[in-house]
């Protein structure tokens, strides 16, 4: 089954991929920090912080930025994986590797079979949630 669909919410709510996508660039902890790079999403005027969602053959993905979505599609999208070492080095610290987004995904998500399709919907998401 493939859907997609954006969920408003009176409060931003970080997602399993925030911590690894923004970066605190004010020297605070994550989740004490107030500037990000790239910058946490704005509310839309009337509706709330939008949370992304993507369910695409029984594996749903949620998002809290059009960012974590690319970043999803980037690394997804290699054919041969990164490692979570890797990625967790990449992001200087704090979480190990097994707490990344990426070791956390289901293992029937992983294969390259089923990862060439789901990154062409996540495509296919961003561009209808980028128009808003």
């Given at each position: 089954?493939?859907?997609?669909?954006?969920?408003?919410?009176?409060?931003?709510?970080?997602?399993?991929?925030?911590?690894?996508?923004?970066?605190?660039?004010?020297?605070?902890?994550?989740?004490?920090?107030?500037?990000?790079?790239?910058?946490?999403?704005r509310?839309?005027?009337?509706?709330?912080?939008?949370?992304?969602?993507?369910?695409?053959?029984g594996?749903?993905?949620?998002?809290?930025?059009?960012?974590?979505?690319?970043?999803?599609?980037?690394?997804?999208?290699?054919?041969?994986?990164p490692?979570?070492?890797?990625?967790?080095?990449?992001?200087?610290?704090?979480?190990?590797?097994?707490?990344?987004?990426?070791?956390?995904?289901?293992?029937?998500?992983?294969?390259?079979?089923?990862?060439?399709?789901?990154?062409?919907?996540?495509?296919?998401?961003m561009?209808?949630?980028?128009?808003?």
């Open positions: 089954m493939k859907n997609r669909w954006i969920e408003y919410r009176p409060e931003w709510t970080a997602s399993p991929l925030s911590y690894w996508v923004h970066r605190e660039t004010d020297d605070e902890p994550w989740h004490l920090a107030k500037s990000f790079e790239p910058p946490l999403p509310p839309v005027p009337g509706r709330g912080y939008p949370t992304y969602h993507v369910e695409f053959n594996v749903e993905f949620r998002f809290a930025s059009l960012e974590e979505l690319a970043h999803v599609i980037e690394v997804l999208g290699q054919k041969l994986l490692t979570t070492i890797r990625l967790s080095q990449d992001r200087g610290g704090g979480l190990g590797p097994n707490k990344h987004w990426l070791s956390r995904l289901p293992p029937k998500a992983k294969p390259w079979r089923y990862r060439e399709k789901a990154v062409k919907y996540l495509r296919d998401a561009t209808v949630f980028a128009k808003g």
